[in-house]
């Protein structure tokens, strides 16, 4: 994939620290006979429509009219779930990946990989990116403005298996001209398990990042499809997240070699 990464002098570096809950920290090492587990999550029932925006801030930047699909939703199938393996200490490098988020706005989640997940998220045309990722604790984000206006960014811990209860952590300018570093310390994190994103100037401005500790995580496609592969054998559990349905859990054993299928369904 190609390395679309761009280092403007508009950054703002935020540092997730997590609480007690990262006892131990991950390590990139060897897997041999890795296992796989792929899927496919569903959503029964209609799902809410697209929330409608009249832009009255910087629509010569951001356009007239907005609108932001939280729930997306084509054939049954959901997008943009968030599927991680939670208990893996030892295992495979972060993957580097982009995600770019819904149109007009050309907004885009980058991970650079390696050691670490390299999270840059580039805000373009109004926009952070999509709707859902991931954040690894314990890393910095980088926030490159690549808008000739300015966003306001602010950042949000939510507790519980859905996003009800948010506490706010950061709320900061993001100018295209000037670089700004903020970290969240682990009694501001505690053990909140993600992270979300506004701008204070545009609402339709809106993202959901879960925290991850490890690479073993995966973002359902189009077609609601997941894959999440060079797992080290052992058991674990296996979940499926998104900020407005939810959180569900499988209990999965994986042995050398082993392919497995795991689906998830949300419903309304």
Known sequence: MENKFRWLSGIVVLTIITGTSMTHAYEVGEVRDGGTISGQVTFLGSPPEAVHFNVDKNPEICGQERSLMKVDVRNGF?????????????????????????????GDFQHRGGNSL??????????????????AADQ??????????????HT????????SV??????RDIHPDHE??????SGKLQDSRMVRLACNRHDFMENWLYVVKHPYFAITDEEGQFVIDNI???????????????LQEQEVQVAPGMAMG?????SE
Not at 84 to 94: A, D, T
Not at 140 to 153: E, R, T
Request: glycine share 14%; net charge positive.
């Open 262 to 266: 795991k689906n998830f369904g949300f």
């Open 156 to 163: 949000f811990v939510a507790k519980g298996r859905r996003g």
């Open 232 to 246: 080290p054998q052992g058991h674990y559990t296996l979940r499926a997240w998104h900020p407005l349905l939810g």
């Open 118 to 135: 390299g999270l840059r998220v580039n805000t373009k045309g109004c926009n952070f990116g999509p709707f859902t990722g991931v954040v």
């Open 78 to 106: 959901l997008t943009g779930a968030v599927v991680v393996l939670e208990g893996v200490e030892k295992g495979k490098p972060f993957l580097p990946q982009a995600w770019t988020g819904t149109a007009p706005g050309e």
């Open 180 to 185: 700004m570093h903020l970290t969240v310390s």
């Open 166 to 171: 948010l506490r706010t952590i950061h709320n």
């Open 140 to 153: 910095p984000i980088q926030f490159g403005n690549q808008d000739s206006i300015k966003h306001i960014l």
